[in-house]
């Protein structure tokens, strides 16, 4: 059996952009839970400026508690990284594994990190260097692989030269991500194919946004282009606060029931994880997102 792996991204592209703040102990809570429904690789916060997403303040008391976990040697738990300062942070939390986060829209790459995308791209080289230094991982994201807020449709072409430059600086993986939501398969095929003419398959994964219903669509569109990793989040909770009218992530509990279905293994326990999707919703007062945590319901 074919595996096909997800990286669980709620406890940070999901609860970054909750209005309410989460106390430390149900983002820990959430991430135990998580942990026990089979990820490999869940993002647990972001070293970013507290005055742009208050709601990830808490990631360096969130990462030495992981740190004393029993799944930190077995679990990736990934940060988000801007900048030098970002690493510092992280570092001196623990971080074993970080993300830089570039776009493919210039506009969006201001308003998200205060920066164009040649700055940077070279924000994330000394960051990379420094990090290769202390032997932690780096992934790399590209945001508005489709379209952005901003500008309209993107340019497949851009998404492959920003893909290509991250790999080419160290990342060992390229996040795909479809930040708004708007794509279809017809032009996440068109995207991905320009992507795959400068990097193999096998060092990307699709980030789906299901603003417009077409993420599980996406994502089956990406497993016929060879894609073999997936960013979701569990409830489908999220989305970019700089991404003017993004909606949720892809719920993690309905990518796991579609790649079961197709016949993957993901390793991944569903009723663990519905019953993840109901913690955090009732935590945030509000159901979950997903079709599957409604199907299975409370007591799956
Ligand atoms: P800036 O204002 O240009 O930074 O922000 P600066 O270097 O001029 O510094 C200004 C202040 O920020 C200073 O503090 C710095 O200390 C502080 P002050 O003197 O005013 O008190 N600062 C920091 N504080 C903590 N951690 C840091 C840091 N760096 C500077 N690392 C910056 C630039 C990048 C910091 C800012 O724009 C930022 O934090 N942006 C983050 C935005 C963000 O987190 N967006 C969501 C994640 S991306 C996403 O969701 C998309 C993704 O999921 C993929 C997809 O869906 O497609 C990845
Ligand atoms: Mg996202």
Redesign the pocket.
């Known amino acids: 059996m074919q595996h096909v792996k997800i990286v669980e991204v709620g406890p940070r592209?999901g609860l970054?952009n909750e209005k309410q703040q989460v106390p430390l102990a149900a983002k820990l809570e959430l991430i135990r839970r998580l942990a026990g429904a089979g990820f490999a690789a869940i993002e647990a916060g972001?070293?970013?400026?507290?005055?742009?997403?208050p709601q990830m303040a808490d990631s360096a008391e969130l990462l030495k508690a992981l740190d004393a976990s029993d799944t930190i040697d077995t679990i990736a738990y990934p940060v988000?990284v801007?900048?030098e300062?970002?690493l510092d942070?992280a570092l001196a939390a623990g971080a074993r594994e970080i993300a830089v986060?570039g776009a493919a829209s210039e506009s969006f790459s201001q308003k998200?990190?205060?920066a164009s995308i040649a700055e940077s791209l070279r924000r994330f080289e000394s960051v990379m260097r420094r990090a290769q230094a202390a032997n932690i991982r780096v992934r790399g994201?590209v945001?508005c692989v489709v379209g952005c807020p901003y500008e309209g449709q993107v340019a497949p072409a851009k998404v492959a030269e920003v893909a290509a430059a991250l790999l080419d600086m160290g990342c060992y993986e390229i996040s795909l991500?479809d930040?708004i939501g708007v794509g279809t398969p017809a032009s996440v095929h068109l995207m991905l194919d320009a992507v795959l003419r400068k990097a193999p398959a096998d060092r990307l994964a699709g980030?789906f946004?299901d603003t417009y219903g077409m993420a599980i669509a996406n994502i089956r569109a990406a497993l016929d282009s060879g894609i073999r990793v997936f960013d979701a989040s569990v409830a489908g909770l999220g989305g970019?606060?700089?991404a003017r009218g993004a909606s949720g992530n892809v719920a993690s509990e309905d990518v796991a029931y579609l790649l079961q279905g197709e016949g993957y293994h993901t390793g991944i326990d569903l009723t663990k994880l519905v019953a993840a999707a109901w913690y955090i919703a009732d935590a945030l007062g509000k159901p979950p997102a997903s079709k599957l945590a409604h199907a299975l319901g409370r007591q799956a």
Request: hydrophobic letters at 30%; a neutral charge.
């Open positions: 592209d970054q972001a070293f970013v400026s507290p005055k742009w997403v988000l801007p900048n300062q970002g942070a986060f998200n990190i205060n994201y945001s991500g930040t980030h946004h970019c606060p700089y």
